[in-house]
């Protein structure tokens, strides 16, 4: 049983297939076969018993000549013109039938894309061809291919003969500026075949409910868990990117194109999608997977994206979502990859063209998302019109997105503990969500998170020292050429944030304890670098680490701190090759403009360069403590009274009593004031300055 309007379609293709058929050919008797088959197919919802190819197969004449199989019919000249009438009267009997679901639909994307009747005619049949085993049977029994090609060959006749078309007709509607294919709804293969693009498919098994075609075929994104404020990191760039966006939208500007880059899980599919919220449009992904729900072809997402375009370039409110970009942007075959394998590239101009026209007459404004921009040609990125660098957002945006997790998810927790893991974790919101949803499944809880978060953590970033226990600054322990309370309290009075630092001094001075108090004190987050953060064998890479640093200070309003800045800043004089110059010339450059606080520290004062001293705005020398300040010192770290023997002892830091401590709590030593002082004697017979206990 068929409905009606399947009817009316099998009857006008086999009126057209007729005329022009030799009656004596085997595609004639394979047609009166099929029409027998399907003599008793009765219509869906009609009264009686109406069997519209009925009479048409008794035209025939078949069941009254021949008892042997159809396949020998030959039929008489009057055979034919009655079988001709017979399928003639059917066509006008089915006329009156109306179009389906699926046809209305079909109507409603012509509307949207602007094509042509002939146009919907061409996609009817390969959408039927498709979703419909009993049409499908028509073509395939009736093998409509020429030469041995598909039925639905590009130069084929499968197409034209259906659709009662002449074959230049046919062709001229599937060229590539033709609306079928500039659309994306049809491509063709390199083969030649006619491909019907699988999210049409939805046409025709998509439930009633949907209306809207293009929401229909192109689906939305899911919403996300995170909000605008969770963004406020990027400040100005995500203000300037919604307004380009929501501009484009306004004023139906082409070839609007916005890059999301940076590393995996930072957060550029959820920007997306709270953008999209934010300016009340809807985001919609293209060539996110093929119709079986698997990894598309470059192809295929090409192809997405052509429909996507189509269908929202009149949409005031719609986005289209590029995720992975790189896969569609990038060179085929070629580009950062190939010249690492060396393997050659596979320059394709006519595919580069076709990607810049592309960018460049998009009607509806496109965000792409990458983890790779490097693999981008510089063509194509000077083609978009906006691009935000996606960074892990600052401690103070991670505390607040694991505590709505955390709450999200039902997990018992307070602010302190959302605090301590923004702390210890430095991961991107999609790790977190990650860690969040391992102690939700597996129902461990708070302890869970952590040691997801730890694993993950050290998943994306590699391991990490443990955290240690930070050396708080103490005023009275700080033997320095500045009063370090006096110098905070006056950059903290005038809150002039454009100053440098240079601090120099034995290790365990107190360098980093003074800056990370002054940071806490103008309630700066700390972005620190350790030498080893960015250093690179590669050529340039360096250079491209240390502006990536100031600029995420910059951007993040941090305070940057570089441990070990002599590798940094070595004096240039007796540098022997020419990254060595470079680097510094990088650095250099960076602190003459850079707007915010910036300090380094260094146990070696003269391995630096004279340029990069003259650019600190304080130069703090750090020394050993003097005989008041260590035994201050002993009172304030073992809560005793200092033995005589400390006094003898001249070269010791802050560093070195945090580090007998610890011994000390480790060894049950803490009440010993003897044995501490016999740890902080050893703690001075390991430096190069004691005189006469290390020669090297």
């Known amino acids: 049983m068929s409905a009606p309007y399947e009817i009316r379609l099998a009857v006008h293709w086999l009126t057209n297939l007729i005329t022009g058929m030799d009656p004596r050919s085997e595609e004639a008797r394979r047609l009166a076969g099929w029409l027998l088959e399907n003599a008793d197919r009765k ?37 034919w013109k009655r079988l001709k009438a017979a399928l003639g009267e059917v066509r006008g009997q089915t006329k009156r039938v109306k179009p389906d679901r699926t046809a209305r639909r079909l109507q409603l994307l012509a509307k949207a894309t602007g094509m042509s009747d002939e146009d919907v005619e061409i996609l009817e049949v390969l959408l039927r061809y498709r979703t419909d085993p009993w049409l499908e049977s028509l073509v395939d029994d009736l093998e409509l291919s020429d030469r041995r090609r598909h039925p639905f060959h590009v130069q084929g006749t499968g197409l034209p003969r259906l659709l009662g078309l002449s074959r230049s007709r046919v062709q001229q509607r599937l060229t590539k500026a033709s609306p079928l294919l500039h659309s994306g709804c049809l491509s063709v293969d ?7 693009n699988h999210r049409l498919e939805r046409l025709a098994t998509a439930p009633d409910k949907q209306r809207d075609v293009r929401r229909l075929l192109l689906g939305t994104c899911a919403s996300s868990d995170l909000e605008w404020s969770d963004f406020e990191h990027l400040e100005e760039t995500r203000e300037d990117a919604a307004a380009v966006v929501q501009g484009a939208l306004a004023k139906s500007v082409r070839g609007v194109n916005i890059l999301l880059h940076g590393p995996p899980g930072c957060g550029k599919t959820s920007l997306a999608k709270v953008l999209a919220v934010h300016l009340g449009a809807g985001l919609f992904p293209a060539g996110e997977a093929d119709e079986s729900g698997d990894e598309p072809t470059r192809g295929e997402r090409l192809g997405d994206l052509r429909l996507a375009q189509s269908l929202l370039g009149r949409d005031s409110k719609g986005i ?19 010249d690492l394998l060396g393997a050659p590239a596979k320059r394709s101009r006519g595919s580069r063209v076709y990607l810049h026209r592309l960018l460049e007459e998009n009607p509806a404004p496109t965000i792409w998302a990458t983890n790779r921009a490097f693999l981008l040609d510089e063509a194509i990125l000077r083609r978009m019109t906006f691009s935000v660098e996606m960074r892990k957002p600052p401690t103070r945006v991670r505390e607040r997105i694991w505590s709505q997790q955390l709450a999200r998810n039902e997990i018992p927790s307070t602010g302190k503990d959302a605090r301590e893991l923004a702390r210890q974790f430095p991961i991107s919101p999609g790790l977190v969500d990650g860690a969040v949803r391992a102690g939700t499944v597996g129902g461990g809880g708070l302890p869970a998170v952590h040691r997801a978060a730890h694993c993950l953590t050290r998943l994306v970033n590699g391991p990490a020292p443990p955290r240690e226990r930070r050396q708080r600054f103490e005023p009275g322990l700080s033997q320095a050429d500045v009063d370090l309370k006096a110098l905070a309290d006056d950059i903290c009075s005038t809150r002039n944030l454009r100053f440098s630092v240079c601090l120099t001094g034995p290790p365990g001075a107190g360098k980093s304890a003074w800056v990370r108090y002054l940071a806490e004190r103008l309630d700066l987050e700390v972005v620190h670098k350790r030498t080893s953060d960015l250093l690179s064998s590669y050529v340039g890479q360096t250079e491209r680490q240390i502006a990536a640093a100031f600029q995420q200070a910059a951007d993040d309003k941090a305070f940057l701190v570089f441990d070990e800045a002599d590798s940094l800043l070595r004096d240039r004089q007796g540098a022997e090759r020419s990254w060595e ?30 340029a990069s001293l003259r650019r600190f705005v304080f130069k703090v020398k750090l020394d050993y403590l003097n005989s008041e300040q260590a035994e201050q010192a002993f009172r304030v770290f073992f809560d005793l009274e200092p033995p005589v023997e400390l006094a003898g002892m001249r070269i010791l830091t802050p560093g070195d009593f945090a580090v007998v401590r610890r011994k000390a709590e480790i060894r049950g030593r803490l009440k010993d ?13 390991g430096k190069p300055e004691q005189s006469g206990r290390v020669g090297f």
């Open 320 to 338: 289209v979502f590029v995720d992975e970009a790189d896969d569609v942007l990038g060179d085929e075959g070629g580009g950062f990859l190939s």
């Open 43 to 79: 219509i869906k919802g009609e009264s009686g018993k109406w069997r519209p190819l009925e009479a048409a197969a008794r035209a025939t004449g078949f069941r009254k000549k021949h008892s042997e199989p159809w396949s020998r019919w030959k039929p008489s000249s009057t055979e």
């Open 673 to 685: 004031a003897d044995a501490l002082v016999a740890m902080l004697q050893k703690e001075c017979d």
């Open 581 to 610: 110059i470079s680097q510094v010339n990088e650095m250099l450059t960076w602190m003459e403009s850079h707007p915010l606080p910036f300090a380094c520290t260094t146990n070696f004062a003269e391995a630096l360069d004279p």
């Open 190 to 196: 390199g083969d030649g075949e006619v491909v019907l």
